[in-house]
């Protein structure tokens, strides 16, 4: 067991939850710093309650140098898992800056402290966003970026800077260089089987999982189909759906990974944790009727801006260099989503 501490910002939000408790079980010591803007500080209370253990917390923002800058120097982690930042598509094209600036500043910010605090482990939270259009629906890591939202460049530009982080070290061939993982995530959904943490979107949610949970418990009245006539098996959209805690524990992978040989001098790369291959709409609407017995009203309607048809990971070099795959299937995902909708159907309040 080791006795390594992890600071993990954004803790407090749906992942950062998931992967404190698989790191505390995992044996780290955990620091959360959380500036709760997207979150509340129950989440991380039933994270002691689910692993019998104790999470320090500390509500701040990760732009605040000084406070970010306080808490290395008295909880001397050795590894971060960076998860802070604003998610909303739609939101990032209507205030740019926000985003620019929680994301990409936040970053710099968080990485400059670490650089002065010299822990160079980082784990951070990509997005499959940043391949952009491509004419493939098999996304490999080695596609070129070109996100087409604000979220999505404010990813890819943190990518970069990462990149250009590692590189700086092998340059001057310093004797603790960064180890960089860029987990580019697919379609994280699923709650911890407890049913005590999960997703808690605020007002009415963006993402298929979250809404259809809303509508089977009768918080929504209808969901919308956002297109039949994509050229999919049954032409609505198909996305590669990953159980949260198999995301999670690909993130305690990468941080075992650092061991490796592939960043032994130093590295930064980025791998896909995604499933490899992707579910419809429509399976996702008939597999939650299956799983939970509820009817799923649903109506198909138009497209939505910006959507792609389909696409799912290449996941071969996580599971080569990290070690890791999905464990978890779409039933597992929609009975652990529903279990936690229908314990807590207000969410954490
Ligand atoms: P979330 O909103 O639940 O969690 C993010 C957490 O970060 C929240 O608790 C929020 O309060 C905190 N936060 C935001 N800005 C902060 C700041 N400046 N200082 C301190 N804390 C701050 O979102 P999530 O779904 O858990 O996503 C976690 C990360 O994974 C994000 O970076 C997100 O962009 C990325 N990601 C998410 C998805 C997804 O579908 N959920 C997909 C790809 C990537
Ligand atoms: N969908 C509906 N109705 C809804 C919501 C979604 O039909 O009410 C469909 C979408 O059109 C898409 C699929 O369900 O085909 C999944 O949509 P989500 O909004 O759940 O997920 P996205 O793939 O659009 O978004 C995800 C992440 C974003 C990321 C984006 C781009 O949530 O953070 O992938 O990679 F930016």
Redesign the pocket.
Known sequence: MSHHTVLVTGGAGYIGSHACVELLNAGFNVVVVDNLSNSKVTSLNRVEAITGKLVTFYEADIRDKQSLSDIFSKEQPSTVIHFAGL?A?GESCEQPHLYYHNNVFGTLVLTEVMQEHNVKQLVFSS???VYGITDKTQYSEDLPIGAINP??RSKAMVEDILRDLAAADSKTKSDKPWKIALLRYF?PIGAHESGLIGEDPNGIP????P?VAQVAIGKLPQ?????DDYPTKDG??V?DYIHVIDLVKGHISAIHAFKNTQFISGNCKAYNLGAGHGYS?LDIINTFEKVTGRTINYKISPR?DG?LAEYYANPDLALKELNWKVEKTLQDMIADTWNWQSKNPQGYQ
């Open positions: 998610k598509v997005s499959a966003t979220y999505g379609n963006n993402n298929l999982m809404y969901l919308a189909v956002f297109g609505t959209g996305r709409v939505r959507d």
